[in-house]
């Protein structure tokens, strides 16, 4: 046994943390804001689509529910959400209680990470600390939960949690050079830290693909197609790398992530060109051979097939073309 083994993990154990390392090693965490709410009764705020969102809840409580209204989750004092992908949620003190907060609090003040709105009398409040976050990659959206609630009481982290809350509220006032960076990373700590608490304890996770990720067999090959979707991977290929037959590594692919090789394959490749479209200047034909493609027309035809819009007009559409978050 390694020390590492030997003086903290059981085998098993170190392999499943080994793994989660792995899986969100090349993870990048862009922090756009952190903002704290006092909320007064009655309340409700819509997280919007297009971003990652954390919530802490400082005092008080509320539900998170769907846009319809069904509830999905009850928050109490001391509770972490993360919303990572960025489906639409609504917040609010009660299920009854109508959406007060129509204003994205992003466009508020992200230029200085600050933003304190106070929502009328707070009698009885109830207090977030909110963040909102991109991915610097998108690779992690299709293995990702909807959004994973730790729950503060109950948490083994509880103590660190806190500590990395007291920063980040300290970080969020602050001017000082790289502050925004320090910001984002601590906001990668404690999504981490949330990712951790989904694994050892969701129920979820026996249907999701992030299992998958942490599989010792698929895992591997995951990480492989997300960190290079341009290679022309095949299913033998791929099996190879895992030393399993072909047959054997389809099925079970297929059986943890709900979809074949190669069409997981394919949605890497899209998801990373939508990401280089519409995050960096790289000309198309350059995205096309990026994710594969050798020639333009080819991944001209796929990536419209894909999005319902041509690479050019993705690019120049902005947030109106498809949602990457989706």
């Known amino acids: 046994m390694s020390p590492k083994q030997t003086m903290f993990l059981p085998d098993r154990e170190v392999a499943a943390v080994d793994r989660l390392s792995d899986a ?3 993870l990048y965490v862009r922090t756009l804001g952190v903002g704290r709410f006092d909320l007064a009764a009655p309340w409700g705020m819509r997280i919007p689509r297009n971003l990652g969102w954390f919530h802490v809840v400082i005092r008080g409580g509320c539900l998170l529910t769907g846009e319809g209204g069904e509830t999905r989750q009850s928050l109490d004092q001391g509770d972490l959400l993360f919303v990572p992908i960025g489906r639409q949620f609504v917040l609010r003190d009660r ?7 129509t204003q994205d609090p992003v466009t508020q003040s992200c230029a200085d990470h600050r933003v304190t709105p106070d929502f009328g009398n707070t009698a009885k409040p109830t207090t977030l600390i909110c963040g909102w976050f991109r991915f610097d990659e998108d690779a992690f959206h299709s293995v990702l939960p909807p ?3 730790v729950r503060g009481e109950r948490s083994p982290h509880a103590a660190r949690i806190d500590g ?20 984002s990373r601590l906001v990668e700590i404690l999504f981490v830290f949330a990712i951790q608490e989904y694994v050892a304890h969701s129920k979820d996770i026996e249907g999701s693909s992030l299992k998958a990720l942490l599989d010792l067999e698929i895992g591997p090959v995951l990480r492989l197609m997300h960190r290079q979707p341009e ?17 054997a590594f389809a099925a079970r692919f297929s059986s943890l992530v709900g979809q074949p090789p190669l069409h997981y394959l394919h949605e890497c ?14 000309g198309i034909k350059q995205v096309a051979s990026r994710v594969g493609y050798h020639s333009v027309p080819a991944f001209s035809t796929a990536f419209k097939r894909w999005s ?11 947030p109106k073309g498809r949602a990457i978050t989706e």
């Open 147 to 149: 959004f994973i609630v």
């Open 269 to 282: 490749r899209m998801r990373k060109a939508s990401h280089l479209l519409q995050k960096t200047s790289v």
């Open 95 to 101: 299920l009854d209680s109508p959406l007060t907060i």
């Open 231 to 247: 290679e022309p991977w095949t299913v033998a290929s791929l099996a190879e790398r895992v030393s399993m037959s072909r047959s």
């Open 308 to 318: 319902g819009i041509a690479p050019g007009k993705y690019r120049h559409a902005g």
């Open 164 to 183: 990395i809350l007291r920063l980040i509220a300290c970080e969020s006032a602050s001017r000082e050079p790289g502050a925004a960076t320090i910001l």
């Open 24 to 26: 969100m090693g090349n």
